[in-house]
Structures are given as structure tokens and as C-alpha cells.
């Protein structure tokens, strides 16, 4: 029995299916026969539709037991038997894969077979409706693949390049809905390629292409100008790049720089430096910076000088170096030392030092005019994450300007820069936070300038929202939301029915980046309800509803098998503690008692049983509130023996025939044998465990099935018995009758036998017929009918049906159509003499023989004439035709007859004699031809061009009209002679 839930839900379908089996009895009450249907069935259902088995029996009160898989079937909510008057119905009302298998119907005297197949449904990708697309993005940046799949619940497959993909911060996967999602949220070049949605049948592909942004030379912002330096005088020559990973080629000259030899190259992220570590004359030159290797790349230039001999600039005792308002600046022979934006201080004795020579500049210093702001600074308001730049203008240009940020003096560095250019003074806050928000002062001199930087928060939005759960008593649940960019601490609340979480030890909020997550842990009923998740900018409700705590079991009974007079232990673990529940044995409650032991110990409960028959194998089964479990208890008996045996069984031809055994125990193999040899399952054989009962099904039975039959288990046998196969009795009940028909026409024959299930035969004229072009053999019932089109003159003989020993015969007789000429040959045909003259004519049937003519008399093949034959058309073919060849011709088939007349053409032959020179032109001409056919004629022709009558005519042509000049020009019929 089958004892397990089967878990089958409720379809909006319903599926029926009629299944028969045919038996026999060998009792003395009327059997109890399938009626409908007769045959086995095979169905194949999808998931989820109703399935209804129905068999009619030929008794109404008859019972019936449903098996499946050899096991018989408890019905339930899953499986539902019925019963109607003569039906009995097994119903499925909401198919699953793991339902299919084989179902029998036995009524005791037969059964019915039938096998069921339930697949899933098809999991396919609704959009995009292309299985291939091309798309294109920037680098870096977003990438978002997304695709729609049916049914909603259907599991899809993420591919890159053949591989399946995980789940990261730099990939993430998404699912809501029907909708599925790959992200890439900072795409790089690197992550284009072939990208693939696989569900279970179908797959969709896209090809993703990224394509970088060019690179660009950020600072300086134009050519640097000549770098002069000294000989063993270090240099730097830099650069930044808008891309940090840009690749760069350095190059002196034209050639390209190696690392090493004096030289070095760094990278400090978008920055790229070569640094001599000592100038030497070597070094001058042009040094070029290119991003990237191809033609045409952005490229930046620097000029590097070295003087000829090292040069020292003191001041006051104190040596010099290039750099701030000091510029050192050699210029071949000249040494220029360039103080920018003199002070008092800087007045004073400067000393230009050089190894063979020295020289002193005794400078001092005016005070300048007072210095005065021209511009002052404007307020700004930027969003967060943007660049704010202050600018302002003072006079003189060269005046010192002091950058303040809420009252200090601001230090350059990565996120502040301090820029100069003539009399224009910037400062730029890169990447502007919250806490930037304040007043920027710039101070020139005793004058100063103050504005108000304000910095907006960017809206904090939720890209993935909440989505409603359903969890169970006792589980953890994880509620999680995605944000367009990273928010600070308590950017975010989480609330539920409108009001903030209470201070709960179950409760946990987490943020990981762009993700942030509040965990419940153990729900209880009181945390149903919504739950919201709410920045400044947007919000995102989701409800939580929690069902009670099911009884489950964490380990069900299992199946024991034990041989007569043992003892079984039944066990099973619930998820619950202190549940009382009910042992029970083939629905009947257990009582404690010196065979019954009950234990019940925390989450375990144990049935133990003792000296066991074999009457008490059945179900055994614990139930607790809503929860029932149930496990087979099998009691062997020990040996298997054969309690009965097959009896001998006559049948008619075409029947179907059943030898059935009854065993001790329904756990045995039984081995089928006919006439000694073992028999193995077939289209027309089958071997069927029913329980105890075995049985061994013939259909359609023939007179090669007759023989002995046995059957063994293990070392008992029984048997052998005999089967005998009758020849069935056929009658024929309506004989054939003969039929006359015209050539062309249909002919139909009928015979009526007195049995149903009977397979004839036709024959016509002794040959077998089969049923292809003009011949049709169908049977309705017990008729069987012949139909024969097109009928040919030879499909005339004898008609002959045979059904096993009875036979019918019949005539056919077919009257010929008289032969005819379907198509004649022209009344004239004209030919040139010495060509092949062909006269073709058609009737109306193959294979016949015709006549041919000439001036009355029969013409025979030979090397003159020749004739052919090619189904209905006829050819008489002439070879070298001359005059003496035309005349009428005669073509005879049957009572009809074809007449032309053959006319042979000669060459013609004109001359002429010479005009006189005086002769005017167009002058008649007297010309002579001579035609093998019809003598010396005369006619008239203008210079030049010619025509000729009475009997034949040539086209015009030009003619040379030199005297004595011959000339040959074809005959032909003129047009207007009659």
C-alpha cells in the first residue's frame, strides 16, 4: 500500500482517459470484463493538470483495487478513487513529475493497464524576444542585463564566456519576479564579452561590448615651457593623466626611454613622472609623453636644456635653488636668476658663482603700491561627490593671496589645490563632502574676500526595494535593500507598522556598502506586520506575515521487514517536544500490552512489536494533530511457496489470454516459462505483480502461443499447464459481387464477414493487393471494402477476399475504349530536299500499334524510314528526303486514321544577261530560273532589288549585278497562291 502524503496540488485542467485490460475467469459466475477501453493506454500530462483514469466494468456492484507500480494505492487528498454505476475512476488532481508511473485496474477476472508520464511545464525567456543581442556601453560604468522569464519561479543560469558567473560586489545578480537581472556596477573593458541567460529550455545571449573613454592630459594644461638646469642638477618632468591606469610611452628624441642609466619612470595613480637623477649634456632634448601606442594617441612635449658649467646662485651667503618665487633659468651663455613678486625682504648681496669667475648684484627692494582685490569671491552650492572652485582677482598680479577655510589657512594636498594664473587666483576643493560645507576666505595684502560654500546631499535612493515574506514560526529572516551610492551611518531608518524598531535582542541592522539588512532572529507571531526602510530621499515598505509552528517530522518511520515471529521497531524524531500522538495498525489504534511497547522520550517517539504473523503485516502509522506518518510493515513467511497455481485455459484466435498464481507473500519473483524456455516481457507479453497474485497476460493470441505453461519461485513449482488457442470461426455473410466497368472508370467490391476483429486479404487476378495510388482497402466493422480507379483494360480478372478459412470470389471485367487520334499531324509539311522529314501523331493509348502510309501503300522500317513508339505518340521519321518523296502520307490506328501531304523544295537557279551601258535604271530585266520541280519560267525585276511571282516568291535581297555573275537563292511557296 501506498502510505506516503503525495503532495499533489489543485489544476485548473481536467484530463480524461479511458483504459481497458482483457481477462478471463474460471469461475462459474458470469466474469466481471473490462469493457472500455480494450487496449492499454499511455498518457503524458503536464505538471500540475488533473489526470483522471476511468475504466467500465460489464457489472456495476463490481470491485475494483487500483495498483501503482505493483503497490496498491490509499486514497487522499491527493488521490481520489470513484465510483459511478459501471466506471471506477482514479483522479489526480494536480499532477506532479514523481505521480507518473504504471497504474492497473483490477476487477478480480481482468485488468488495465495503463502508464502515465507527467512532465514539467516549459521554462522559456519571454523577453527579450531575440536569442541574440548586440549591445554597446561606455567604460567604466553601469551595465545592466535583464530578461523576463515564464513561469515566474523559473531558476536561471548566468554564463561569461562559457563559465558560469558568482554573485560579488563587482557582478550582482538579481531576481523579483519574473524579471532576472545581471548588474555590472563599475564596468571595465575588461568585463565585455559574451554574456548568457540559460533557464531549463531556453537560452538568451547578449554580447556586450565597452568601449573607454579617451584619454586625456590633465596638467599641466599646456606645453611646459624649456626646462634649463645645470650639469649633475636632478630633473622631474611629470604629468597627470584623466585615467589612472592609461599606459604611457616615454620617448627622448624620438627614441624610446628604458627605465634605468640615470633615468627613471614612475606611476603614482593618474601621475607618470621621468625623473635624471643627474643632468649631463646627454639629456638635452625633447622628451615626449603618449598615451597609448596607437597613432594619433594624445601626447604631451617637454624641452630639457643643460648648460655648459654648473652654475651657483648665493644670496647674503645662502645658496639658491629653483623653486617657489626663486627661478633659475639658463639661457645658453645667460644666467638669469628671476625673483617673482619682490618683497623688502628679499633685498640684499646675490652672488653668481662660478668655478673660474664670480659676480655680485647688490639689490634692494621699494615697497609696492598697496595691493587691492578686482574680483571677489562668488557663493557655491555643489552636490556631494563634486568639485568647487573659488576664484578672485588682485592687483598687482604678483601679490601674495592667503586661502582660509572657516577661519584656517588652508594647505594644499589631494583634495585642495592652489592655482596662479597672472592676476587670477583659484582654489579648488575636489570631491566635496557634507563637513566641506562652510566660508572660504581669500586674503591679499590687508584686504579679503569671504564666500560661502554650500554642499547639497545627493538623493540616497533604493535601487533594490523590500519584498513581501512569509516565514514560519521560529525562522530567521533577512530583510535587504539596495541604495544608488554609499550612505553614512543612520542614513537610513528601519521602521515597522509606521514606528521605529524597539530595542529587541533578535533584531540586527547591518550595512555592507550599498547594501543594508535588518535580521530578525527566531520570528515569533508578534513580528508580523509591514516593515518599512525610509531615507531622506525615499522610502520602501514590504510585509512580514509569520505563520504558526508546523509538527513536522525531522525523521519519518521506515519500512521494516521481518521474517514470521520477530519483533519491529517503528521510530520517528518530531521537530517538537512533549507531543502526545497515536500509534495505530492497519487503522486500527495499539494499546499498550505484552506484544505492543509505546515509548515517548523528547523530541523521539518508539513503537516496538513483538511475535508478529503474517496477518499483522499492513500500515502502521503515528498521528499527532495535524501530522501523520506512515510506514509498511512486512511479515515474511519463510519459504515462499505457491498457494495457487495456473489452471489450463482455452481461448479463441485474436482473444487474450491470463495464467495467474497466488503466492504466499507478495515479495517474490516469479519466472514464467512456455514449453521450457523462460519468457521475458514483450509488446504482447506481460508479466504483472498484483500483491500475491501473479499474473501472465497473452494478447491477441495466435495458434503459435499454444503450448505448456509453468511458473516458479524460487525451488517450488507449478505447472505445467495448457493453453489452447482455437481457430476462430468466420463466416462470410455477404458475398462479393462481380462488377462491369469502362476503361477509366472505379470499380468497388464489399464483403461483409460475421466477426469484427478479423484482418482479410485481397487478391486481383491471383496477385495480392495492397492498399497505394489506385488502389483503397479500408474496413468499417465487419465490412471490408475494395476500390479500385483509373481501371486499365488490363486490371480485368478475378477479385478474390480471404478472412482466415472463409473467402469470397468475384469478376472484374473491363471494356476498352476504342483507340483514338488525340493529336494529328499538319494537312501540309513542307522540307528542303536531302533533310529528315518527321510526322508525329498521338492516341489515346499506350502500348497500341498503328499504320503507315505512303500513296496508299503500307511503309516497312529500314534505312529510309524509320519508325518509333514512346507511350500514346508515334513518329515516322523520312532520312534524306527528295522530290520523288512527297505525296500523301497515312497514319492508321484502330478505325481512325491521320492524312498529310509532304511537299519537297529544290534549289533554285537564276541567270541573267548584261544591260546596256545606256540601259536606264530602274529597268525591267529579263531573267531565266530553272526549278527541278517546275521547267523554264520568266519573270520581272527592278535593278537591284527582285520579287518573283506566280508560283514562288523570294524575300528581297540586293543582288550583285555584275554580268555573268551566278547566283543561288532558295524557293519558297509564295504567300498568295491558293
Not at 503515528?622 to 515462499?640: G, I
Amino acid at each position: 500500500m501506498v502510505n506516503r502524503a503525495l503532495g499533489w496540488q489543485t489544476a485548473p485542467g481536467r484530463m480524461m482517459v479511458n483504459l481497458t485490460a482483457c481477462g478471463c475467469s474460471h469461475s462459474t459466475e458470469p466474469p466481471v470484463r473490462i469493457i472500455y477501453p480494450r487496449d492499454e493506454v499511455t498518457l503524458i500530462a503536464v505538471s500540475l493538470e488533473c489526470v483522471v483514469l476511468m475504466c467500465e466494468l460489464s457489472q456495476e456492484d463490481a470491485p475494483v483495487r487500483w495498483y501503482k507500480d505493483g503497490l496498491e494505492v490509499e486514497e487522499s487528498e491527493a488521490l481520489v478513487l470513484e465510483s459511478d454505476g459501471p466506471r471506477r475512476r482514479l483522479v489526480l488532481p494536480a499532477a506532479q513529475p514523481e505521480d507518473g508511473g504504471e497504474f492497473v485496474c483490477d476487477a478480480g477476472d481482468d485488468s488495465a493497464f495503463f502508464t502515465v508520464t507527467v512532465t514539467a511545464p516549459p521554462e522559456r525567456i519571454v523577453h527579450p524576444a531575440a536569442r541574440s543581442l548586440d549591445l554597446q556601453f561606455r567604460a567604466p560604468g553601469r551595465v545592466e542585463l535583464r530578461c523576463e522569464v515564464a513561469p515566474a519561479g523559473s531558476q536561471v543560469c548566468w554564463y561569461k564566456d562559457g563559465l558560469e558567473v558568482e554573485a560579488s560586489d563587482a557582478l550582482q545578480l538579481g531576481a523579483e519576479g519574473p524579471t532576472r537581472t545581471l548588474t555590472l556596477p563599475h564596468a571595465q573593458p575588461e568585463d565585455a564579452g559574451e554574456y548568457v541567460c540559460e533557464t531549463r529550455d531556453e537560452a538568451v545571449t547578449f554580447n556586450v561590448s565597452l568601449a573607454e573613454t579617451p584619454v586625456q592630459f590633465l596638467m599641466p594644461e599646456r606645453a611646459p615651457s624649456p626646462l634649463c638646469v645645470a650639469p649633475g642638477e636632478p630633473v622631474v618632468l611629470s604629468c597627470e593623466l584623466s585615467r589612472a591606469s592609461a599606459p604611457v610611452f616615454w620617448s627622448h628624441n624620438g627614441e624610446p626611454v628604458q627605465d634605468g642609466e640615470g633615468l627613471e619612470l614612475q606611476a603614482e595613480g593618474p601621475r607618470r613622472i621621468l625623473c635624471i637623477r643627474a643632468a649631463d649634456p646627454g639629456h638635452a632634448g625633447l622628451y615626449t609623453c603618449q598615451a597609448g601606442a596607437a597613432p594619433g594617441s594624445p601626447s604631451l612635449s617637454f624641452t630639457v636644456q643643460v648648460t655648459g658649467a654648473p652654475v651657483r646662485w648665493y644670496k647674503d651667503g645662502e645658496r639658491l635653488a629653483s623653486q617657489g618665487r626663486v627661478q633659475l633659468e639658463p639661457a645658453g651663455a645667460r644666467q638669469v636668476l628671476r625673483v617673482r613678486g619682490a618683497r623688502s625682504g628679499d633685498a640684499g648681496e646675490y652672488l653668481c658663482d662660478m668655478p673660474q669667475d664670480s659676480r655680485i648684484f647688490i639689490v634692494s627692494v621699494e615697497e609696492l603700491p598697496p595691493v587691492k582685490l578686482i574680483s571677489e569671491l562668488t557663493p557655491l552650492t555643489v552636490h556631494e561627490g563634486d568639485d568647487a572652485t573659488f576664484r578672485c582677482e588682485v592687483s598687482p598680479p604678483d601679490a601674495d593671496v592667503t586661502w582660509l577655510r572657516n577661519g584656517a589657512v588652508v594647505t594644499p594636498g589631494p583634495q585642495l589645490e592652489m592655482a596662479q594664473n597672472g592676476s587670477s587666483h583659484t582654489l579648488t576643493i575636489r570631491g566635496c563632502q557634507l563637513q566641506d560645507t562652510g566660508t572660504v576666505t581669500a586674503r591679499a595684502g590687508g584686504t579679503s574676500t569671504s564666500a560661502r560654500l554650500h554642499v547639497r546631499e545627493t538623493e540616497l535612493l533604493f535601487l533594490r526595494r523590500l519584498q513581501d515574506m512569509r516565514a514560519e514560526e521560529g525562522q530567521d529572516v533577512c530583510l535587504e535593500v539596495e541604495t544608488g551610492r554609499v550612505g553614512t551611518a543612520g542614513a537610513v531608518r528601519w521602521m515597522r507598522g509606521g514606528e521605529p524598531l524597539p530595542l529587541d535582542s533578535r533584531l540586527t541592522m547591518a550595512q555592507d556598502g550599498h547594501i543594508h539588512r535588518l535580521s530578525i532572529h527566531g520570528v515569533i507571531l508578534a513580528d508580523q506586520g509591514t516593515y518599512g526602510c525610509e531615507s531622506h530621499h525615499d522610502r520602501t515598505l514590504a510585509r512580514l506575515s509569520v505563520r504558526p509552528r508546523q509538527l513536522k517530522a525531522l525523521r519519518p518511520l521506515e519500512d521494516v521487514t521481518i521474517s514470521e515471529g520477530g519483533s519491529a521497531t517503528f521510530q520517528l524524531e518530531l521537530s517538537q517536544e512533549g507531543v502526545t500522538g497515536e500509534w495505530a495498525q492497519g487503522g486500527v489504534r495499539l494499546q499498550p500490552g505484552p506484544k505492543c511497547h509505546i515509548h515517548a522520550e523528547g523530541h523521539t517517539h518508539r513503537l516496538e512489536l513483538s511475535g508478529l504473523g503474517l496477518a499483522d503485516s499492513g500500515c502502521i502509522s503515528f498521528t499527532a494533530d495535524s501530522l501523520r506518518c506512515a510506514a509498511r510493515l512486512s511479515v515474511r513467511e519463510v519459504p515462499v511457496t505457491i498457494v495457487r497455481g495456473p489452471q489450463n485455459l482455452e481461448v479463441t484466435e485474436g482473444d487474450t489470454a491470463t495464467l495467474e498464481c497466488e503466492l504466499s507473500q507478495a515479495l517474490a519473483d516469479v519466472t514464467w516459462e512456455k514449453d521450457g524456455r523462460e519468457l521475458t516481457p514483450s509488446p504482447r507479453l506481460r508479466l504483472q505483480a498484483l500483491g500475491t497474485r501473479r499474473l501472465l497476460q497473452l494478447r491477441r493470441c495466435c495458434s503459435s502461443d499454444a503450448g505448456t505453461y509453468s511458473c516458479a519461485v524460487g525451488t517450488t513449482r507449478a505447472g505445467p499447464v495448457r493453453l489452447t488457442v482455437r481457430e476462430r470461426a468466420v463466416s462470410v455473410l455477404c458475398e462479393l459481387q462481380s462488377v462491369q466497368a469502362r476503361e477509366g472508370d472505379s470499380a468497388r467490391f464489399e464483403c461483409t464477414v460475421s466477426e469484427t476483429e478479423i484482418t482479410g486479404r485481397w487478391e486481383l487476378g491471383g496477385r495480392p493487393l495492397r492498399a497505394g495510388g489506385r488502389v483503397r482497402i479500408r474496413q468499417e466493422g465487419k465490412k471490408h471494402i475494395l476500390v479500385l480507379s483509373s481501371l486499365l483494360a488490363e486490371d480485368a480478372g478475378e477479385v478474390r477476399f480471404q478472412a482466415g478459412p472463409a473467402q469470397s470470389l468475384a469478376r472484374l471485367e473491363v471494356e476498352a475504349l476504342p483507340l483514338q487520334m488525340c493529336r494529328r499531324p499538319p494537312r501540309e509539311k513542307t522540307v528542303l530536299a536531302g533533310r529528315r522529314a518527321v510526322l508525329e501523331v498521338t492516341v489515346s493509348r499506350s502500348g497500341s500499334h498503328v499504320c503507315w502510309l505512303w500513296e496508299g501503300v503500307e511503309l516497312c522500317p529500314g534505312g529510309k524510314y524509320e519508325m518509333r513508339s514512346h507511350g500514346p505518340t508515334h513518329s515516322l521519321v523520312i532520312h534524306d528526303v527528295q522530290p520523288e518523296d512527297q505525296g500523301s502520307y497515312c497514319c492508321q490506328a484502330g478505325q481512325d486514321s491521320a492524312h498529310t501531304q509532304l511537299l519537297v523544295e529544290a534549289p533554285l537557279f537564276f541567270t541573267y544577261s548584261p544591260l546596256p551601258v545606256a540601259t536606264p535604271v530602274p529597268h525591267p530585266l529579263l531573267l531565266s530560273a530553272q526549278l527541278a520541280s517546275a521547267g523554264l519560267r520568266e519573270f520581272d525585276i527592278s535593278m537591284g532589288r527582285f520579287h518573283f511571282f506566280p508560283l514562288f516568291h523570294i524575300n528581297a535581297c540586293a543582288l550583285p549585278l555584275t554580268p555573268y555573275s551566278p547566283f543561288t537563292c532558295p524557293a519558297l511557296p509564295h504567300p498568295n497562291y491558293p
